[in-house]
């Protein structure tokens, strides 16, 4: 066989991949029924077939149909046969049949290759059972699959979330790490010190690109950190090493995840078991380092569940040139500052650079908002939750946007405004009512910018968008915008303010403020005598 050639059962699933579920059952798996052992053997990729369209397309009575059906293969002479069928089983949603017959095959086997694979299907669907089988066969399951099968049990017995209210009373030494898109950091770090002013829980010790350092000096709540809108990711550093062999790095790293103040963190912010899922930044999958990493964190403290399903926790291990940093971060979904965003629109802002925009707009007296691309409508939210908004305005040429913007609006804790709503090109401004020339303080927008919403001429837009932000802006009014460009206005009322590049997920922008002034008269030279 040549190296190009796909193995025969491989080659067989690909062309019964592309069958309906009836037509698997009523021709190719009576067909296979009906085979010689050597014929069965030979279509064995049939049962992985099964297994994935039954799973994707199949209706509840057809995959109730299909699981006898696999757990008699268990019973199959060929250990092949069985094999595929244990490896199926999981993806039709097994349950204590299936574990029972998995675990009566377990004790009777004697071929390793095939305990290993029902350590994996039992990985899958193990539940209680399983548990105490372990517990009688001394040692005979992989540390993988005991703590799958824990984590599992856990999952679906006690589910495991993020507590937001409990105090951390013992920090000492402990560092946060507020993350986001470079460019943003200033802002991040405005809203902290105004923060710490009013507070007093943290003191912040360091700022570069995309990050901002805090270190607690008072007990704190996770909900004490989320009240800060402007940051992207927290990370609670657990520490680093530079070990160069990789038995080393992962004993290293081992002992940092299971640490005394690791293990406060997670028992103080987690009701429920704690569940954790590794992350190797920037390194892709690391499969190997990651089994063999949770293994050993987990062969010292067994309370320690590595579970790559809905875990509340992810532990990430970033690689820098001082070694690697070990972080933990809860995975809060949706995040709850920004639990109101019911739905989105393509390229629609990012929740913490809109917070951010909000906040770099500053405020006016009796301040009147416009975001002539409402998209989502986080711009505005962000704004009215800052307070001050007398009156708002949102347009954009999507009746859908406008729509979802609308339901995003209703689900945020923001009373005190409603906005008015229109659909029309953001240059025909003039048909809003109470929109009209030198009327707005404040216009904030994230315009489109030709990458995930086509736009003909995006150098005439951000041209028109000066021109008419100069026609809407009242004396002493700002236009807030990410800028894709690099354009100026042309306008000499329209002066910029302040320019930072940002990181926009994958390209840069310019997150640039504008002030409309008002040009004084220029006097007459008086004529020579």
């Not at 995040?335 to 019911?342: I, L, V």
């Not at 729509?403 to 229109?422: G, H, R, Y």
């Not at 927008?445 to 009242?474: C, K, Q």
């Not at 504008?514 to 220029?522: F, G, N, R, W």
Request: glycine residues 8%.
């Amino acid at each position: 066989m040549k190296k190009t050639d796909k193995k025969p059962a491989k080659e067989l699933y690909e062309q019964l991949r592309v069958l309906t579920c009836e037509q698997l059952w009523e021709n190719e798996v009576a067909r296979f029924d009906k085979a010689t052992p050597k014929e069965r053997s030979e279509r064995v990729g049939l049962i992985r077939a099964v297994g994935v369209v039954f799973s994707e397309i199949g209706n509840p009575e057809q995959k109730a149909r299909v699981r006898p059906w696999l757990r008699n293969l268990l019973n199959d002479p060929d250990e092949k046969i069985r094999r595929y069928a244990m490896t199926a089983m999981p993806k039709l949603g097994a349950g204590q049949g299936e574990e029972t017959d998995l675990l009566a095959l377990l004790r009777t086997t004697q071929n390793q290759r095939e305990k290993k694979f029902l350590g994996q299907a039992l990985e899958k669907i193990g539940g209680t059972a399983t548990l105490e089988e372990m517990g009688g066969m001394g040692g005979g399951f992989s540390l993988q699959t005991e703590q799958k099968v824990k984590a599992s049990l856990a999952r679906s017995q006690t589910p495991s979330s993020i507590r937001m209210d409990r105090a951390l009373t013992d920090f000492v030494g402990l560092r946060i790490h507020l993350h986001g898109r470079y460019g943003l950091e200033q802002i991040v770090r405005s809203e902290v010190e105004e923060h710490v002013r009013a507070k007093g829980q943290f003191r912040m010790s360091e700022v570069r690109s995309g990050l901002v350092v805090l270190i607690p000096v008072k007990a704190f709540t996770l909900a004490d950190i989320y009240a800060l809108r402007c940051f992207g990711t927290l990370g609670f550093v657990l520490g680093a090493v530079n070990v160069g062999d990789e038995a080393g790095a992962i004993e290293a790293l081992a002992k940092i995840i299971t640490s005394i103040p690791s293990w406060k963190l997670l028992k103080t912010f987690t009701d429920g078991p704690v569940r954790y899922r590794l992350d190797f930044i920037s390194k892709g999958h690391q499969r190997g380092a990651v089994r063999l990493l949770a293994n050993r964190a987990y062969e010292m403290c067994p309370e320690l569940l590595n579970d790559a399903s809905e875990a509340p926790w992810c532990i990430s291990i970033e690689t820098t040139d001082q070694g690697e940093t070990v972080e933990l971060r809860p995975k809060l979904s949706p995040d709850p500052r920004f639990a109101y965003r019911q739905k989105d629109v393509p390229a629609a802002s990012h929740p913490p650079l809109a917070a951010c925009m909000a906040r770099l707009a500053g405020s006016m007296e009796n301040e009147i908002v416009w975001d002539p691309f409402c998209g989502s409508g986080l711009e505005l939210i962000e704004k009215a939750m800052l307070g001050g908004v007398c009156e708002m305005y949102a347009t954009d040429r999507s009746q859908e946007a406008l729509d979802i913007a609308k339901a995003n609006f209703e689900a945020a804790p923001v009373l005190s405004i409603v906005p008015s709503f229109t659909c029309l090109d953001f240059r025909d401004f003039i048909k809003v009512k109470g929109l009209g020339h030198n009327t707005a303080s404040l216009i904030i927008t994230n315009p489109p910018m030709g990458r995930r919403v086509a736009v003909a001429d995006l150098r005439r837009l951000i041209e028109d968008l000066f021109s008419v932000a100069n026609a809407v802006l009242r004396p002493g009014g700002r236009l807030v915008f990410a800028n894709p460009l690099q354009l100026m206005s042309q306008h000499a009322s329209l002066r910029m303010h302040s320019r930072q590049v940002v990181d926009f997920a994958g390209f840069d922008a310019r997150l640039e403020v504008y002030v409309k002034s008002e040009l004084p008269v220029p006097q007459k030279r008086p004529k020579r005598a």
